[in-house]
C-alpha cells in the first residue's frame, strides 16, 4: 500500500465497564429524543385515524430525508395491513428481517459477529418507533426475523448466528423492550422445501409464520409477552 494511504495501527483493547455505561446511556438518550421527534411531526398531529397516524409515525422512522416520497401503493398496503389489527383492535405486530449477523467482510466488521455498539444503535432507532406507535396504539410490539440463516453462502453457520440472536436478545432488555420486541428463531421458521423456492419467497414464508406465531400468542395472552417466537408449523 503506498505511503500515506495506510490505517494507522490501533491497538485492540477492551472497554471498561464504565465506558460501556456511558455509551449505553447516550444510546438511550438519543432513543428518547427520536421518540419525541415521531411524535410530534405535523403529518402525525394531523392525522385523526389511529391508523393514518401509526402509518405516518413509520415512514417518519423509516425515511432518513424527509423529503422522501413513499411509493404511493406501498403506502396503501402499509395502511391495509396496519387497518386489519387496528380496526379489529388486536395485537399490532411490526415484522422486519434483520439481524443475525455481521457481513462476513473483515474489513468492514474485523471479523467479529456478535453484535456491537452498530446493534445498539439500530436497537435505539427501533425502540424509538416501537415507543412512538404505543403512544397511539398500546398493543404494538417489534418483531425481528433474523434473516442471516436464510444466507449459509454467506458464510452464517447456524452456531453465530444463535450466539448473535442471543446476545440481541440480551441488549434489548437494555433498551426497555423486554416485551416489546421479539426475536425469531429463524432456524425453526424456515420451509423445509426453501432451497427450492427463491429466497425472497423463503424470506416471505419465514416472516409470516413468526408474525403469526407473536399474533397468536398475544391473543390467546391478551398483551405482547417476552417470550421468545416458537414455531407454530
Same mark, same amino acid.
Request: no cysteine.
Given at each position: 500500500?503506498?505511503?500515506? /494511504?495506510?490505517?494507522?495501527?490501533?491497538?485492540?483493547?477492551?472497554?471498561?465497564?464504565?465506558?460501556?455505561?456511558?455509551? $449505553?446511556?447516550? %444510546?438511550?438518550?438519543?432513543?428518547?429524543? /427520536?421518540?419525541?421527534?415521531?411524535?410530534?411531526?405535523?403529518?402525525?398531529?394531523?392525522?385523526?385515524?389511529?391508523?393514518?397516524? %401509526?402509518?405516518?409515525?413509520?415512514?417518519?422512522? $423509516?425515511?432518513?430525508?424527509?423529503?422522501?416520497?413513499?411509493? &404511493?401503493? #406501498?403506502?396503501?398496503?402499509?395502511?391495509?395491513?396496519?387497518?386489519?389489527?387496528?380496526?379489529?383492535?388486536?395485537?399490532?405486530?411490526? &415484522?422486519?428481517?434483520?439481524?443475525?449477523?455481521?457481513?462476513?467482510? !473483515?474489513?468492514?466488521?474485523?471479523?467479529?459477529?456478535?453484535?456491537?455498539?452498530?446493534?445498539?444503535?439500530?436497537?435505539?432507532?427501533?425502540?424509538?418507533?416501537?415507543?412512538?406507535?404505543?403512544?397511539?396504539?398500546?398493543? !404494538?410490539?417489534?418483531?425481528?426475523?433474523?434473516?442471516?440463516?436464510?444466507?449459509?453462502?454467506?458464510?452464517?453457520?447456524?452456531?453465530?448466528?444463535? &450466539?448473535?440472536?442471543?446476545?440481541?436478545?440480551?441488549? $434489548?432488555?437494555?433498551?426497555?423492550?423486554? @416485551?416489546?420486541?421479539?426475536?425469531?428463531?429463524?432456524?425453526?421458521? %424456515?420451509?423445509?422445501?426453501?432451497?427450492?423456492t427463491t429466497i425472497e419467497d423463503?424470506?416471505?414464508?419465514?416472516?409470516?409464520? #413468526?408474525?403469526? $406465531?407473536?399474533?397468536?400468542?398475544?391473543?390467546?395472552?391478551?398483551?405482547?409477552? @417476552?417470550?421468545?417466537?416458537?414455531?407454530?408449523?
Amino acid at each position: 500500500m503506498a505511503e500515506g /494511504r495506510a490505517l494507522p495501527a490501533i491497538p485492540k483493547r477492551t472497554a471498561s465497564d464504565e465506558e460501556l455505561a456511558g455509551v $449505553s446511556s447516550e %444510546i438511550l438518550s438519543i432513543a428518547k429524543l /427520536r421518540t419525541n421527534e415521531l411524535i410530534s411531526g405535523k403529518k402525525v398531529k394531523e392525522a385523526r385515524a389511529t391508523t393514518q397516524r %401509526i402509518v405516518e409515525i413509520l415512514l417518519r422512522g $423509516s425515511m432518513n430525508r424527509p423529503s422522501v416520497v413513499p411509493d &404511493a401503493a #406501498a403506502r396503501q398496503a402499509l395502511e391495509s395491513q396496519v387497518g386489519l389489527a387496528t380496526e379489529a383492535g388486536g395485537p399490532l405486530v411490526i &415484522a422486519i428481517p434483520l439481524g443475525g449477523g455481521k457481513a462476513p467482510v !473483515t474489513l468492514k466488521t474485523a471479523g467479529v459477529n456478535l453484535p456491537d455498539n452498530s446493534e445498539r444503535l439500530m436497537l435505539a432507532h427501533l425502540a424509538a418507533m416501537v415507543e412512538a406507535v404505543r403512544d397511539t396504539y398500546p398493543r !404494538t410490539s417489534l418483531l425481528m426475523v433474523p434473516d442471516a440463516p436464510l444466507h449459509e453462502d454467506f458464510g452464517f453457520d447456524p452456531a453465530s448466528v444463535a &450466539a448473535h440472536i442471543q446476545r440481541l436478545r440480551t441488549m $434489548s432488555a437494555t433498551f426497555g423492550l423486554d @416485551g416489546m420486541l421479539h426475536v425469531a428463531d429463524t432456524a425453526r421458521l %424456515i420451509p423445509s422445501d426453501l432451497y427450492r423456492t427463491t429466497i425472497e419467497d423463503g424470506e416471505h414464508e419465514v416472516l409470516r409464520r #413468526a408474525r403469526q $406465531s407473536v399474533t397468536e400468542a398475544a391473543h390467546s395472552t391478551g398483551h405482547q409477552s @417476552g417470550k421468545d417466537v416458537q414455531n407454530r408449523r
